[in-house]
């Protein structure tokens, strides 16, 4: 059976171009880059030109790039690095309810280190209102943490607002990139943000490699110690090969998903009654789509349609195997049920009408066997 990949929120394939780059590294790159000798040379140079790729992919200066193992270590390293810096005695962060468990999780740690830490709730479209954002900054607020784009909707903050707002209060503001960077064209650096993490697997590169962007004269405390690598902020050997794969991926010219992901869309919302997109009415991923389906729960059509060929999910690819409804869902206001009946398909590269068209037919067939099955909905319904 054909297998179609809807899931690219989660991981993407690793791109032809990428993994040419990344075998040529494995080949001729090997040795370590802070060598002096010639074979060490070369890896630097390597390591250095990834660098420099990812830099251009962000608008920014290849020094202001950290390598790191991953979207969640860049998470890490920009909060807890920030806010361990800053040697106010009392200190306070905000974020919103709606993070990553990278940011999420690391927020937890530091109110676990005697910071106060204010998680601001979205509207029903998951969009966090500048004006509230601004009400909730204090003088002892060190850094502010809002996402760019929403792993399970798609949703976009409109984070150049909420950085010069954090600005012009002197606060440091950080953006989780993770899913925006590559789809949007947008630079940190030209919108007055300190912070900015992404992460190679969602680029179609592989696991183990992710960057933070770090505004030249951003102060972070490291998370590793030991040697002096990435100008003292991440102690550790440098993966050359990850990096030139992530540099090869930062490179790569991407389509527009925004026409697939309509007729996805459109599609299922013409064939399949009562169900809705998540988030509908703000900004979006141009490759995200978030359905409710009134009556059904997500989990089985998940199945039913991996049974037929499709790969989507239930949302978060963390919290998928857990039957506890998507926080994000809740935060914008959906019932536990509601949430539990939402399903996240996102696109990528390789992604075709044809495909798009078969899962539409799919998503179609399953949807309808499984009201069947479902008393409530039979019950709901006229
Ligand atoms: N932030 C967001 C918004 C994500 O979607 C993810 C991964 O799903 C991460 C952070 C963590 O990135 P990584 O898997 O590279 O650790």
Same mark, same amino acid.
């Given at each position: ?13 690793? $791109? ?160 989780? @990139? ?15 943000? @300190? ?49 030139? $794969? ?28 009562? #169900?809705?997109?998540? @988030? ?23 199945? #039913? ?78």
């Amino acid at each position: 059976m054909n297998r179609h990949y809807f899931d690219h929120n989660a991981t993407t394939p690793i $791109a032809p171009l990428v993994r040419e780059a990344m075998l040529r590294a494995v080949d001729e790159a090997w040795a370590n880059p802070s060598s002096i000798h010639q074979d060490g040379q070369r890896a630097r140079q390597t390591f250095e030109q990834a660098r420099s790729q990812v830099a251009a992919l962000l608008g920014c200066g290849p020094k202001e790039i950290v390598f790191t193992s991953g979207g969640t270590e860049a998470d890490n390293l920009a909060i807890l690095g920030a806010v361990r810096a800053d040697s106010r005695p009392r200190k306070h962060v905000l974020t919103t309810a709606i993070e990553h468990p990278a940011v999420l999780e690391a927020c937890a740690a530091l109110e676990r280190e005697g910071v106060a830490v204010t998680y601001l709730q979205p509207n029903r479209d998951g969009l966090i209102d500048p004006d509230v954002f601004c009400r909730q900054l204090r003088p002892e607020t060190v850094l502010a943490s809002v996402m760019h784009a929403n792993n399970e909707t798609g949703g976009i903050q409109d984070i150049a607002a909420l950085a010069a707002a954090a600005a012009e209060a002197g606060v440091l503001f950080h953006s989780d @990139g993770v899913q925006a960077a590559g789809k949007l064209g947008f630079s940190p650096a030209t919108a007055g943000i @300190g912070l900015y993490s992404i992460s190679a697997h969602k680029l179609n590169a592989p696991k183990g490699c992710g960057a933070l962007y770090v505004r030249s004269g951003v102060k972070l405390a490291p998370l590793l110690f030991g040697g002096r690598q990435e100008r003292g902020r991440r102690a550790g050997t440098e993966s050359v090969t990850l990096a030139a $794969a992530f540099g090869a991926a930062a490179a790569l010219v991407r389509n527009d998903m925004r026409p697939l992901r309509d007729r996805l869309e459109q599609g299922i919302l013409a064939r399949v009654p009562d #169900a809705h997109v998540n @988030g509908a009415n703000g900004p979006r991923l141009p490759n995200t789509a978030n359905i409710r389906f009134d009556g059904i729960s997500a989990e089985s059509l998940v199945i #039913a349609l991996d049974l037929r060929g499709f790969a989507v999910s239930t949302g978060a690819a963390c919290s998928s195997g857990s039957v506890e409804p998507s926080h994000v869902l809740l935060a914008m206001g959906l019932s536990p049920e509601q949430a539990r009946s939402s399903v996240r398909f996102s696109l990528g590269l390789g992604n075709t009408e044809e495909q798009v068209d078969l899962l539409v037919e799919a998503v179609t067939e399953c949807a309808a066997r499984l009201r069947k099955l479902s008393p409530a909905y039979s019950e709901a319904s006229p």
